[in-house]
C-alpha cells in the first residue's frame, strides 16, 4: 500500500509524543501490506473498522483514532485524520465530504 500525506501524519502525531512508536510501526505495516478488503486489514488490526468511507484504527491502547481511507484497487491509504479518543467522539471529524 501507498500512503498518501505520511507528512501530514506525523505533523499530527508531533502533539503526541507517546504514540510516535506505534505511529511508525503502523506505517511500515502499511507500507508492505496488499490489503484487498477490510477483513485483510483485520488480520493484523483486529480491532479496526469501516465508519462511513472511513477506516479507523485504535492506536496506543484506544487513546488515539486513526482516521483514514482505503483504495484497495489501487493499493492508496489517504491519511485524514490523527485524533485523542476524545476528539473522535465528539464527531467533528464526520463532516468531512469524504465520509
Not at 483514532?65 to 464526520?94: C, M, P, S
Amino acid at each position: 500500500m501507498h500512503l498518501i500525506s505520511i507528512r501530514n501524519l506525523r505533523l499530527d502525531a508531533t502533539k503526541f509524543p507517546d504514540a510516535k512508536k506505534q505511529i511508525e510501526d503502523w506505517y511500515a505495516t502499511v507500507k508492505k501490506a496488499e490489503w484487498t478488503n477490510l477483513e485483510d486489514v483485520r488480520t493484523i488490526y483486529r480491532d479496526a473498522e469501516a465508519v462511513g468511507n472511513f477506516t479507523v484504527f485504535n492506536v496506543k491502547g484506544n487513546a488515539y483514532r486513526l482516521i483514514v481511507g482505503i483504495d484497495y484497487e489501487n493499493q492508496v491509504v489517504y491519511y485524514k485524520y490523527f485524533l485523542t479518543h476524545a476528539e473522535y467522539d465528539k464527531d467533528k471529524w464526520k463532516n468531512d465530504p469524504y465520509f
